[in-house]
C-alpha cells in the first residue's frame, strides 16, 4: 500500500482529466474517479448521467468496472480516489459502497479530494458497515434447492 502522502498525487491527476470528461447535463456535477489495482494498474471513470435517473453510473463505479474488465479481480483495488470539483470533497454514494466493498482489497483505502486541499479518507472498514454480502445470497440458493 502506497503512503497517504502519494495517494492524492497520483491518482487525482487521472481523476481530474475523467470528471472532464463527464456526461453531467442534469446535476451540472462532473466527478472523476481513479482505482489503483495491487499490481500497479491505474483506471479512471467519470459519472455518465441518465435521463432516466436510475441507470446514472457514478465515477467510482466506472473507474472500477474499467478495472474489471482489463482482469482485475474482487479484493484486487487498493486505492480509490474521487474528486469533485469546487472547494469540498465529497463522500461516495451508497451503491458506491456496496460495490467498493466487494470488488476493493480488505485494507483498501478511499480518499476524496477537490481543488482545495479539503480532504476525506475512509478505510475499507468504515465506509460500508454491515454489507450485504456475497455469502448472503447463499441463503436464498439453499431456500431454491
Sequence with gaps: MIP??????????????????????????????????EDGQIYAGCNVENASFGLTQCAERVALAAAVADGATPGGVSVLV??????????????????MHELMSAD???????DGEDTRRWLHSEYLPEPFVPEALQTVRDLDS
Excluded at 108 to 114: E, I, W
Design 82 to 99: 474521487i474528486y469533485t470539483p469546487g472547494m469540498r470533497a465529497h463522500p461516495p454514494c451508497g451503491a458506491c459502497r456496496q460495490v
Design 108 to 114: 483498501s483505502v478511499v480518499l476524496s479530494c477537490c
Design 4 to 37: 497517504d502522502d502519494e495517494i492524492v498525487p497520483r491518482l487525482k491527476p487521472p481523476a481530474v482529466v475523467a470528471a472532464e470528461h463527464a456526461y453531467a447535463p442534469y446535476s451540472r456535477f462532473r466527478v472523476g474517479a481513479a482505482v489503483l489495482t
